[in-house]
């Protein structure tokens, strides 16, 4: 899977870019603040439609504009694709693949999968379960279709039962459509709950190999996952998921009503991170939290080429900014193949790659 070039025109800090890319390592350097990690989020935004830093696209519109234009060709699966993505603040977005409108982002998955490192990214470890939960959506929706189109409609449904949740009292009536969101939401996230834990399964058969080499052998990384209580094996199929999450819906069905907060469902799910048997969120140091973190990337692109047959597209902004020399080294080594993007203040740090380029970004231009 290679990305050939990019397009943007109001991204950010970006006026108007054009580049093309090695097809081995991208170098990104330059001082901070001048848009080396723009146009990683850039790259990422095509895979799933989702910024790593913004919840709305109006974020992602330069000051002053009231559009934004970002249009990458990219090959993989033996094919030449053209993806573009149409951002406005007024009517909203457009995503187009080779020409033709796509009618949501979940059409967006399979064409470019990408991995992206960056140091928000020790959240991943140290926040709640939403951090995980995001991890989790991301690597899925890029290699399953109807994963993606579950979870745009159980976020859907989340938000509407919310609002019937909170605004019962004033208006019971609205009470009468409550069992059918409930159906509803069980049946879209026994899907969610099916997909995910396969891929928390999938996750620790790479993961901790990955970390105990990263680490020196000195470190045990465990994964687990949780979900809703009643569900007894979430590996199984959804259709048998479903009336397990129905049994935990009417358990807590007075209890959603006296809190006015949807309390039930895979919203809540979390991927438990332990090393030698302690909850990283609660005891790893800033190094084991950066090292279990990079790990589940890694562990999350080996799977991603075991799937497509091709390695995703790599993308690490800072990556080795607070690793010492041998995580350094580590890190370098474990990247050879596929295609890379790797920003840096310091060049010295990637001499190490061979071939591909390098380029330095001043202002929102790249030199």
Request: hydrophobic share 35%; glycine share 6%; net charge neutral.
């Amino acid at each position: 899977m290679i990305l050939r070039s990019i397009e943007l025109d109001f991204w950010r800090n970006y006026p108007h870019l054009e580049a093309s890319f090695s097809p081995t390592v991208n170098v990104i350097c330059g001082d901070n603040a001048q848009g080396k990690t723009n146009l990683l989020e850039a790259i990422a935004y095509l895979s799933t439609a989702r910024s790593h830093r913004s919840r709305y696209d109006r974020e992602l519109i330069a000051f002053g504009v009231d559009h934004a234009f970002v249009k990458a060709e990219v090959f993989t699966r033996e094919r030449e694709f053209t993806l573009e993505a149409r951002l406005s603040r007024g009517r909203g977005r457009q995503l187009f693949s080779n020409g033709v409108r796509l009618k949501n982002s979940a059409e967006l998955s399979g064409i470019l999968t990408t991995v992206l490192f960056c140091p928000e990214d020790l959240y991943l470890i140290r926040e709640g379960a939403a951090e995980r939960r995001r991890f989790l959506d991301e690597c899925i929706c890029q290699l399953r279709p109807r994963y993606a189109a579950a979870l745009g409609e159980y976020r859907r449904l989340h938000e509407q039962k919310t609002r019937i949740l909170r605004d019962w009292p004033e208006h019971p009536s609205l009470l009468e459509t409550l069992d059918d969101f409930n159906l509803r939401m069980a049946q879209t996230g026994a899907i969610l709950i099916h997909y995910r834990a396969h891929f928390v399964r999938r996750l620790l058969e790479v993961t901790p190999a990955i970390h105990r080499e990263f680490s020196g052998a000195r470190e045990e990384l465990t994964l687990r996952y949780e979900t809703v209580s009643t569900v007894t094996d979430p590996l199984r199929p959804p259709r048998e998921i479903l009336p397990e999450l129905l049994s935990h819906q009417e358990r807590h069905r007075q209890a959603e009503l006296d809190a006015r907060q949807c309390l039930s469902g895979p919203h809540k799910d979390d991927l438990v991170v332990e090393l030698d048997g302690r909850s990283a969120k609660s005891f790893a140091s800033q190094g084991q939290t950066r090292t279990a973190a990079l790990s589940l990337k890694l562990g999350s692109r080996e799977i991603f080429r075991q799937e497509t047959g091709e390695w995703p597209v790599l993308l690490l902004d800072d990556v080795l900014s607070e690793l010492d020399e041998r995580r350094q080294d580590f890190v370098l080594s474990r990247i050879s193949g596929g295609q890379v993007f790797i920003t840096c203040c310091e060049a010295d740090k990637t001499r190490r790659l061979q071939g591909g380029k390098a380029f330095c970004v001043r202002s929102g231009a790249l030199v």
